[in-house]
């Protein structure tokens, strides 16, 4: 079916429903930052294949509401579409909650699908609307009926296990935490249907989502006993062996909803209701009691233990070397052979695969060469890449890989060759602000937002800043975006605590002409005990030089030279006892500068 089929079909299965708007998310019934394609609704209805964006379709009209990473690429796609585009943030476009009280009349019927949206959205939603007459039905899985040719089936990858040599507690330990946590909140069951959070809490894999190692299933802990919910063949009996020593039942993925009814009356069910379906929500047995926080899961997983920080170390080795071979290579073969933005991502692929235990990527890596890399979520394909030419110019590359041993995220920019003033003063700024985050010393209960500003007075003081946030959160063999803890402008009330893992990237964009990131892994370590309490500061755990070429020496300080040695010296120890001669001869010249 073209678009115009697609919405067609759809307006008249709404009127036959009796819905006189219909809600179409991007997300999928986990809320997975990487959606399955056979949740890919919003995709298939529109034609918009960006990461993020909803559509409503009203019974004479259509739009889709993106943010400004998708501008023009949504304007792309949804040409002779008859979707209008609404590009959220500039100023005068209203929300698409704005939009319906705007075109509907009071009375009327806004529909969605449930699974796909999670409890808090849908309560904003319903009391927004509410407010002028509207209400909000969330049973309305109208996409299903209507796509159903070429629909991919749900992901069926095989569960397999992470050992605890990676990660350092067993299921039993971890449970046996949740489950305190519960007492503490006088919960009897606790719903767990976001995927990192289920995989992290049983120490198990899977290979259903792009980039993210994670298994499409649910969970329920009670005091005494754990579900895990998921599609039959998916697990294999040594798995549910070591599952079931850990008194976790295996049921099917399709019963969660009928098992979440059959709750015991009077049971006290704790749910994240910002990570949980409404859908889910709605099917808990009326008679227990609702107590929404957030999943214990997140600041536990947050905190890496003294095995997971070993073994990142050890990838961050594995990483550091893939790393080192690429830049080592394009550097000599840039005026030899034809190169891409999607040929040198494909070519560092295949420098991380020669690495020992890599499996995967840990997001679609980002290659931006010269204005692309004004574009900090710039997405390079067979049509929009640029050619690297010899005229010089800044190349971008923002990647990572996936381990058992950990999940790796790091940018670099290089020169391409003749860098201008500009991009070498740019490039310093960056660096600046990227060691000043990186030799923070901050007290216990520090928030990330308080620590923001570091990254960027350098360049405030030049009247330049970068609109993303300096630093999130990196999952252990997980999610390479994962909260609660971040450093953003942005106020989130989480004190950083040790062990944490954030990245460290601040940039600057200049728009037609170049982009710059630096970009590596951070960890919280205890520093020291004063008088004032406990003090934290940052371990870098990203190996990798710099570029040499693009600094200038003459804007960095005494301290910020010393600390650039004192990491040189550290990458070159680290990286050059795997390295071939010849490669060590080059990150020697590398780690120097001056």
Not at 7 to 23: C, F, H, N, P, W
Not at 179 to 199: F, N, Y
């Amino acid at each position: 079916m073209t678009i115009h089929e697609r919405i067609s079909t759809l307006r008249m299965l709404m009127e036959e429903k009796g819905i006189d708007a219909y809600i179409i998310p991007s997300e999928d019934p986990h809320g997975s930052e990487y959606v399955s394609p056979h949740w890919q609704f919003r995709k298939w209805i529109s034609g918009f294949t960006g990461s993020a964006g909803t559509v409503v379709v009203t019974g004479n009209a259509a739009g889709l509401w993106t943010d400004f990473r998708y501008y023009i690429q949504a304007a792309e796609e949804l040409e002779g579409s008859d979707i209008e585009l609404f590009r959220v943030g500039m100023d005068g476009v209203p929300s698409f909650e704005t939009w319906l009280i705007e075109n509907l009349k009071r009375g009327q019927t806004v529909g969605i699908d449930g699974r796909n949206l999670s409890a808090e959205m849908a309560e904003k939603i319903q009391s927004l609307l509410s407010q002028f007459g509207l209400s909000l039905k969330s049973d309305c899985s109208l996409m299903d009926q209507i796509w159903k040719e070429d629909r991919p089936p749900l992901p069926r990858g095989k569960i397999f296990l992470h050992d605890e040599k990676y990660n350092g507690l067993s299921r039993g330990e971890k449970l046996k935490k949740i489950r305190r946590i519960m007492i503490e909140k006088g919960a009897t069951h606790h719903v767990l249907t976001s995927l990192d959070d289920i995989c992290w809490l049983y120490n198990i894999r899977g290979d259903d989502l792009d980039c993210i190692p994670v298994v499409i299933s649910y969970s329920l802990v009670t005091l005494y006993q754990a579900y895990l919910f998921v599609e039959k063949g998916k697990i294999d009996e040594t798995v549910k062996t070591a599952l079931n020593k850990s008194s976790v039942e295996i049921l099917p993925y399709s019963d969660v909803e009928r098992f979440m009814s059959e709750i015991e009356e009077d049971s006290i069910v704790l749910v994240d209701k910002r990570k949980t379906s409404i859908r889910i929500i709605d099917s808990i047995n009326d008679k227990a009691e609702i107590k929404n926080t957030e999943n214990p899961t997140i600041l536990l997983k947050s905190m890496k233990n003294k095995v997971e920080i070993d073994n990142v170390r050890k990838i961050m080795k594995l990483d550091g070397v893939a790393m080192v071979r690429f830049l080592k290579w394009i550097e000599e073969n840039r005026n030899r052979e034809p190169m891409s933005e999607l040929s040198l991502a494909a070519k560092l692929k295949g420098f991380r695969k020669m690495g020992k235990d890599f499996a995967g990527e840990s997001f679609t890596s980002i290659p931006a060469y010269r204005a692309h890399g004004a574009l900090c979520h710039y997405s390079a394909d067979e049509d929009s890449q640029f050619s690297i030419d010899n005229k010089g110019g800044l190349f971008l590359i923002d990647s990572g890989g996936q381990y058992p041993g950990g999940t790796t995220d790091i940018t670099r920019t290089i020169s391409m060759g003749n860098p201008s003033e500009e991009e070498i003063r740019d490039y310093t700024l960056v660096l600046k602000g990227h060691i000043a985050l990186s030799m923070a010393q901050f007290p216990a209960g520090t928030r990330g937002y308080q620590l923001d500003l570091l990254a960027r007075l350098a360049m405030w003081k030049e009247g330049i800043d970068y609109g993303h946030g300096t630093g999130h959160g990196v999952g252990h063999y997980l999610s390479v975006h994962e909260g609660p803890q971040n450093i953003s402008p942005k106020p989130v009330d989480v004190p950083l605590r040790p062990g944490m893992i954030l990245s460290n990237e601040p940039g600057i964009y200049r728009e037609g002409s170049h982009g710059i990131r630096i970009e590596n892994l951070v960890l919280v370590q205890e520093e020291k005990e004063t008088d004032f309490g406990k003090f934290y500061s940052f371990e870098t755990l990203t190996l990798c030089p710099y570029e040499p070429q693009l600094i200038d020496v003459s804007l960095l300080t005494e301290e910020e030279l010393q600390w650039i040695d004192e990491y040189n010296q550290l990458v070159f120890h680290n990286l050059s006892t795997d390295l071939s001669d010849d490669e060590t001869k080059w990150l020697k010249g590398k780690t120097k500068i001056g």
